[in-house]
């Protein structure tokens, strides 16, 4: 079996790695897997070659399709944006390169693959075709394209209840239900060696948030709260992990201008997020509604036996235990996020038996051979269906 896993960017995301990790699945129980970007190469073209997944490149390009889009745009027949033009292009590019290569399924990660794919499907590629929500919806592209692609798709799953309700809500197809499989590595470095790392005293409470630095988290809020947090508790070490994206700037400058440096580190894309974790005391989370699917970040700092403080949005709901459930804060309340930081600071029991909550959690929800497992049999389910 020839699987074709699209994924819409290049830097490694929360989808990114699921897409890894299926991957590697794929080749460990005897299939092919290949992993392709829709852009440039980047992050996740590294990673495959370490680990020798089969990787493709696909960006958008001058082919005579597209040069015939940009000529009737310039005569004014059909009005097209830039970005149409290079997606119509990049939709027949996949519908030729999925022909060429004789995948039998493809799955494609978040909103544009997903628009891409479906598409591709629509004008004739000829492999089982499977949309993955990845959040709870915020992305749409125009003109019909993304209805046309759910409609056109053969399956989609989900990885989170309000994802597929999004789904189901915006384009009237039902997807199923696939949870994230989501695996845990031995750290790199003790905790010792990352709290120097960090210039964390064994007095200091470290709390980590793992994202990537744009408009679809609410690193922002987190920064507030500690504003506000250090004028009467100065024990608290915020940490940022994630690459450098659309936001960094704002929210460094945020930080300088609030003096909160000697409170906050940036540290950009971390290799060895399970060293972090196990110098991590909290795991903190913010994000804006409707921006999750199901965020690795918390489920693998569950993983790791970590509290979760976050708001109660659903999708972080859905990725922690029900006994921290009730330690999650309403979206945007400052005071409440401070109050929960301080209780588990001081109250280590509490602290550690949510921890415990959430490990047992996390390590039973989102099994990475189950969950794995259940896309696989959900795609050739509806191979030998057709």
Known sequence: MRYLLIQSWKDLGGAERQAINLAEHIKKRGDEATIMCLTEPGKVSAICAEKGI?????????TP?????????K?????????EVALKGLIRDLRDHIKKNGYDICISYCAYANTVLGNA???????????SQRDAGFHDHKRGLQQ????????????????????????????KLIYNGVNISAPIHDREGWRRKLGASDTDVVCTMVANLTPFKDHMFLLKTWKKLRAIDDRFVLVF???????????KKYADENGLNDKVRFLGPVDDVYGLWNATDIC???????CEGTPNAVIE?????????????????????????????????????????????????????????????????????????????????LLQRR
């Not at 089969?54 to 001058?62: A, G, I």
């Not at 005569?75 to 970005?83: Q, T, V």
């Not at 989900?158 to 789904?167: A, D, I, L």
Request: hydrophobic residues 35%; glycine residues 6%.
């Open 148 to 175: 046309k692609a759910a409609d056109s798709v053969d399956g989609i799953f989900s990885n989170s209840t309000s994802g597929s309700e999004w789904v189901k809500k915006t384009y009237g197809h039902d997807p």
């Open 121 to 131: 499907r629509a004008e004739g590629a000829d492999a089982i075709c499977i949309w």
């Open 75 to 83: 005569l004014g027949i059909r009005r097209l944006s830039a970005e």
């Open 301 to 381: 700092a569950g993983m790791c036996g970590l509290p979760v403080v976050g708001p109660d949005l659903p999708e972080i709901c859905e990725a922690v235990s029900d006994a921290n459930i009730a330690y999650l804060h309403e979206y945007d309340d400052v005071d409440r996020a401070i109050e929960l930081l301080r209780l588990f600071a001081d109250d280590r029991e509490l602290a550690e038996k949510l921890g415990r909550a959430n490990s047992d959690f996390a390590h039973n929800t989102y099994d990475p051979e189950r969950n794995l497992d259940r896309i696989m049999e959900y795609a050739e389910s």
């Open 284 to 290: 903190v989370h913010s994000a804006r509604p409707h």
């Open 241 to 251: 992990a994630g690459k450098y994206a659309a936001e960094y700037e704002n929210l």
């Open 65 to 73: 399709y597209v040069i015939s889009y940009k000529l009737l745009n």
């Open 54 to 62: 089969d990787y493709v490149s696909l960006q958008p390009r001058n």
